[in-house]
């Protein structure tokens, strides 16, 4: 089983900034991309930024310029840096990671349990 633990949520003004943190442990033999999606009530979960094995990026048109995604493969850990926050940033956000597992290197798709997210105006 592989486990994730976000943090780093929080209330923040508009203009503001946040980090948020996501470990992976487990039955890790190797991870491939890690993601972050975020989710408000009644709508669906959306990519908000993804991160390949290699290092290479991509993010959703409402974040880009504003949000970078890094990660310590050291540590199996995925980071999204949050600037110029905007009220219509607030969610639940949800890191998600692809892989391998260390028992006969069955893929896998594992969710964190979200963190909360909330810009105030």
């Known amino acids: 089983q592989v486990q994730l633990v976000e943090s780093g949520g929080g209330l923040v003004q508009a203009g503001g900034s946040l980090r948020l943190s996501c470990a992976a442990s487990?039955?890790?033999?190797?991870?491939?991309?890690m993601a972050w999606y975020r989710q408000t009530p009644g709508k669906q979960r959306e990519l908000v930024a993804r991160?390949?094995?290699?290092?290479?990026?991509d993010y959703a048109d409402f974040v880009k310029g504003r949000f970078t995604i890094s990660r310590a493969s050291a540590k199996n850990t995925a980071y999204l840096q949050m600037n110029s926050l905007k009220p219509e940033d607030t969610a639940v956000y949800y890191c998600?990671?692809?892989?391998?597992?260390?028992?006969?290197?069955?893929?896998?798709?594992?969710w964190g349990q979200g963190t909360q997210v909330t810009v105030s105006s």
């Open positions: 998600n990671v692809e892989g391998y597992s260390d028992y006969a290197y069955a893929e896998f798709s594992s």
């Open positions: 487990g039955s890790i033999f190797s991870l491939n991309a």
């Open positions: 991160i390949s094995h290699s290092g290479s990026t």
